[in-house]
């Protein structure tokens, strides 16, 4: 089965600073990356996605690349503020049919803390 | 607010006991997916359900079992609880059609199993 590995575990950064979180994946046949972002006592919450036919996509201060080569994507964060503080996940499915669809597999999470 | 609603957020039971969790999807979606956060295993993917019938099963105990009723809400049903256990079940909805992806997550059921 899939399984995504999330670097780095931890990361502190000062307010407006930028903020780069990566993930590889190991099925070639996952084509669908999302971020989802989790405060605390919430559930996740998605912030941004990717499709395997599209290298990058952008939304306003967060942006995500995807190497489908080598299998990574990454999420990066510009001119952080103190509120994007919280734990940051990424994800990988397949989702081009098949019995299990939209099964997310995530990785272990970045505690991302940003100071003013 | 996601559209995805969890009940109950708290819960705190005995071992060996029994605990459902309830989840409605958002408006329109048919697939309900159940995942586990615990600290040392992270989110975990437990089973999938797309518009009543079971769709993909994760690494779910034998102890626990889910459905999806008619009206799309789902239960997941925890038994003879143990101390492991322990931990925070949530509950994500999506369309479920292939191609469209979008998952969005309840807040969660926090369990503690004493």
């Known amino acids: 089965g899939e399984n995504v590995e999330q670097h780095p575990s931890t990361l502190s950064v000062q307010e407006g600073d930028s903020a780069v979180i990566k993930c590889t994946y190991s099925?070639?046949?996952?084509?669908?990356f999302p971020w989802y972002k989790q405060e605390l006592g919430k559930g996740p919450q998605l912030i941004i996605d990717?499709?395997?036919?599209?290298g990058e996509k952008k939304d306003q201060r967060i942006a995500v690349t995807l190497n489908k080569t080598a299998k990574h994507f990454s999420l990066h964060i510009t001119e952080t503020q103190p509120e994007d503080s919280a734990v940051y996940f990424c994800?990988?499915?397949?989702?081009?049919?098949?019995?299990?669809?939209?099964?997310?597999?995530f990785g272990q999470g970045t505690i991302l803390t940003v100071h003013p | 607010d996601s559209g995805v609603t969890q009940t109950p957020k708290h819960l705190i039971t005995a071992t060996g006991q029994r605990v459902t969790l309830r989840c409605s999807p958002r408006?329109?979606?048919?697939?309900v997916y159940w995942y586990q956060q615990s600290l040392d295993q992270g989110l975990q993917f437990l089973i999938q359900?797309?518009?009543?019938?079971?769709?993909a099963k994760g690494n779910i105990l034998e102890r626990f079992s889910a459905q999806q009723f008619p009206d799309l809400h789902s239960e997941l049903n925890l038994s003879s609880l143990e101390l492991g256990d322990s931990a925070l079940y949530f509950c994500?909805?999506?369309?479920?059609?292939?191609?469209?992806?979008?998952?969005?997550f309840g807040q969660g059921t926090r369990l503690t199993v004493v």
């Open positions: 359900y797309y518009n009543g019938e079971e769709r």
């Open positions: 990717i499709r395997s036919n599209v």
């Open positions: 994500a909805s999506s369309v479920g059609v292939q191609g469209s992806t979008e998952a969005f």
């Open positions: 099925d070639s046949a996952s084509n669908y």
């Open positions: 408006s329109g979606d048919l697939s």
């Open positions: 994800a990988a499915s397949n989702n081009a049919g098949g019995t299990s669809y939209g099964k997310l597999t």
